[in-house]
């Protein structure tokens, strides 16, 4: 039988999480949350601790992350402000050394040390490529898809040779893997390993707890046993600023610590600019 549709709460689960990467994806934004992870402070302080971020840089993507939910602005008097995670913002750090995880394991080694916060900025490169999560979605359902069928359920209004720029992509980027023109598409060892990076994605963007995120019915551990209660991934999208349905997942204490995603070693930020042109490969 042909295919001709994802299931509706996939189509949302997918939008979700391609919301979620827009939100996180754009430079800087992580270290914006990492900085303000221990406490409020107020926006001078903030700017000394993302000091290689101009003023023109930083303002913009503060309110970027307060329209998107992620950070909260105080004002406690005219002459005091305060920036803060907000509780949404707060659940998005146990997601992170997922992320890095999957980059030590899978993406190309580096000829020097990376920071853990590099390897989180080149992997949320790679997922936020135009249709990249929907692809990987629908290969990780479907095993096997020629490209009609993937164009015909990622892009339907559209011509259906224009898969083949974004499905060239990664391939590129090895996470997708075909044997030849004409052949079908399948995911690879590494887009396979995307399981553990999407199934929390989409927790956190559910508003479910993250504990819960090996339970995923399409990402999750096949080992894992079935969730607590139905994976509401079509529950209408939080307005930005509204709290999660639930406080922040209650998670074993993660080994690191958010200054250590900065770095291997003491440096808070990059003594340059990270280079443009997306992840090594």
């Not at 992870?37 to 003023?55: E, G, Q």
């Not at 050394?97 to 590099?118: F, G, N, R, S, Y």
């Not at 939080?238 to 209650?250: S, V």
């Amino acid at each position: 039988m042909a295919i001709t549709a994802l299931p509706p709460d996939t189509a949302t689960d997918i939008a979700r999480v391609t919301e979620a990467l827009g939100m996180i994806t754009p430079r800087w934004n992580v270290r914006i949350l990492l900085a303000l992870s221990a406490r409020p402070m107020r926006y001078s302080d903030l700017a000394a601790k993302v000091s290689w971020l101009h003023d023109g840089q930083l303002h913009p993507k503060v309110k970027a992350l307060c329209d998107a939910g992620l950070v909260e602005r105080t004002e406690h008097s005219a002459r005091h402000v305060t920036y803060g995670n907000t509780e949404r913002g707060s659940a998005l750090l146990p997601v992170l050394p997922v992320i890095v995880t999957w980059a030590e394991e899978h993406l190309e080694k580096a000829d020097h040390p990376l920071m853990a916060i590099e390897h989180i900025e080149d992997s949320l490169t790679l997922l936020t490529r135009r249709h990249a999560a929907a692809i990987l979605w629908v290969l990780k359902t479907y095993q096997e898809v020629s490209g009609r069928t993937l164009a015909r359920l990622v892009m339907p209004n559209s011509d259906w040779t224009n898969i083949y720029p974004p499905l060239r992509q990664l391939v590129d980027d090895a996470l997708v893997n075909t044997e030849g023109k004409g052949r079908p598409y399948r995911l690879s060892a590494s887009g396979n390993g995307l399981g553990p990076v999407f199934s929390a994605l989409s927790a956190w963007a559910a508003g479910q707890p993250l504990h819960e995120a090996a339970s995923h019915p399409v990402w999750g551990s096949p080992h894992a046993g079935p969730a607590s209660k139905p994976w509401v991934s079509s529950l209408s999208r939080t307005a930005p600023g509204t709290p999660l349905p639930t406080r922040a997942p209650e998670v074993a204490p993660a080994t690191w610590q958010s200054r250590e995603l900065f770095s291997h070693s003491t440096t808070t930020g990059p003594e340059t600019a990270l280079p443009a042109g997306g992840p090594r490969r």
